[in-house]
């Protein structure tokens, strides 16, 4: 199937279907000066961006499928004829402002601003992009302020990894839904995470601070197809991994199974899990490999195996002398924080009081949730800035030295690792 974009300028021609709202089931037509035939474009999918004011302002007014062509005279101040381009209303929606929207910005590079009236889609970006809008039946979502917003897809439950085998092993067969089990079970035994879509699941590298930040490594994917890919690959770099982890991941997983690297647009084209299969000691390799490269690299400094350990020794004791220079901090506002938080940790909210007989209080640390480190001057610090924690919890709060963790994300994350259990 083609992706065709027509162009409605509001301007000159008035409101889209005089500014009412477009209905499924509804009939509407563009015209075009091109010779289209029908057997190059009935059948195709249409979309319909409807453009106006001053700078432009664009929205996505009506999508739909082609049925059939008819021949009509130009507009004035046109002579000759033309043709008319009806298409099938897919669906209600309101008009919504697609402008400042990554895809369409594309769309309107290929297309330059619309000169060419009726065009085909040529950037297979952009026509994932509107292919993932019509399946999920997109609808006009609003920001705050009640102003038309960006397209997006209304909420739907996302898969479990148990049902995602089930359908696996529907579409798929039972090669695909063994090949689906054993990359679960690996993932269980090497530390990597399921993360649930609408028809795949994603088996990601967890970083730490993957709330604050929104990143992410996702090692592959599998679909509801029975289909196993890799994408993101160059992201990893992003996340502090050597780009050369993520070569070599993907140079071993193509001599095992070939092209491994889709589009979540092509996922039915990616590969089969059945291969997966039968190169299934490549791919476990591969995997594992991967992700003992990317804990060398991301997670804290860890002593690496060489041998073994029981004759290990070096000096230490040695006298260094050390320059050091500290920000200053308040023991007034320390002490009102201990005091406040009564011996508990606000992150992994333990009692110390009742830790050693009370001894426990010792480990407690009084953190600032305004990295104190990152600011260029002194500053006044209220006692609401600040929150108790345990040494444990003060650590992983500062596991991203440049940038600290907020408690309550922390806590969620822990959350999170006791329920995965």
């Not at 009412?20 to 089931?25: C, E, F, Q, S």
């Not at 619309?114 to 509107?130: D, K, P, Q, Y």
Request: with cysteine; proline share 5%.
């Amino acid at each position: 199937m083609q992706d065709f974009v027509g162009y409605h300028n509001a301007d000159e021609l008035g409101p889209y279907n005089d500014g009412r709202p477009v209905r499924k089931g509804q009939i509407e037509w563009f015209f075009t000066a091109k010779p289209y035939r029908e057997e190059s474009i009935v059948g195709s999918r249409l979309w319909a961006i409807e453009g106006s004011g001053l700078p432009k302002r664009y929205h996505l007014v009506s999508f739909g499928l082609v049925t059939r062509l008819s021949r009509a005279k130009r507009p004035a101040p046109y002579k000759g004829f033309g043709l008319r381009v009806y298409f099938h209303v897919n669906s209600d929606i309101k008009p919504a402002e697609v402008t400042n929207l990554p895809w369409f910005k594309k769309l309107k590079e290929e297309q330059q601003s619309f000169r060419f009236g009726l065009s085909r889609i040529r950037n297979t970006h952009v026509v994932a992009a509107l292919n993932r809008l019509a399946k999920n039946e997109a609808v006009a979502v609003p920001d705050k302020k009640g102003r038309p917003g960006a397209v997006r897809p209304p909420h739907r439950r996302r898969l479990s990894t148990d049902e995602l085998l089930k359908e696996i092993r529907q579409s798929a067969g039972s090669a695909a839904n063994s090949a689906a089990r054993k990359l679960v079970q690996l993932s269980r035994e090497i530390g990597i995470e399921p993360v649930p879509r609408l028809s795949s699941v994603s088996m990601r590298f967890p970083l730490l601070d993957r709330l604050e930040e929104h990143q992410w490594l996702t090692l592959f994917v599998m679909t509801t197809a029975g289909t196993f890919y890799c994408s993101w690959l160059r992201r990893w770099r992003k996340a502090g991994a050597p780009s050369k982890i993520a070569e070599r991941y993907e140079e071993n997983l193509r001599s095992a199974l070939g092209r491994v690297i889709y589009h979540p647009g092509q996922f039915h084209k990616a590969v089969p899990l059945a291969r997966v299969l039968s190169q299934w000691p490549e791919v476990r390799t591969a995997v594992k490999r991967a992700v003992l490269g990317l804990r060398r690299t991301i997670s804290p400094r860890q002593l690496r195996n060489h041998g073994s350990w029981a004759g290990m020794s070096d000096i230490e004791g040695t006298v260094t002398e050390t320059r050091l220079a500290r920000r200053g901090r308040s023991r007034r506002l320390r002490a009102a924080a201990l005091h406040r938080a009564a011996g508990m940790c606000s992150v992994c909210r333990r009692d110390f009081r009742t830790v050693l007989r009370g001894r426990g209080i010792r480990v407690l640390q009084v953190h600032h949730i305004e990295q104190l480190s990152a600011a260029e001057m002194p500053q006044i610090t209220k006692l609401s800035d600040l929150v108790v924690v345990c040494a444990n919890c003060h650590m992983l709060l500062h596991v991203n030295p440049s940038r600290a963790l907020l408690p309550s994300t922390l806590r969620k994350m822990l959350a999170q690792d006791r329920r995965r259990g």
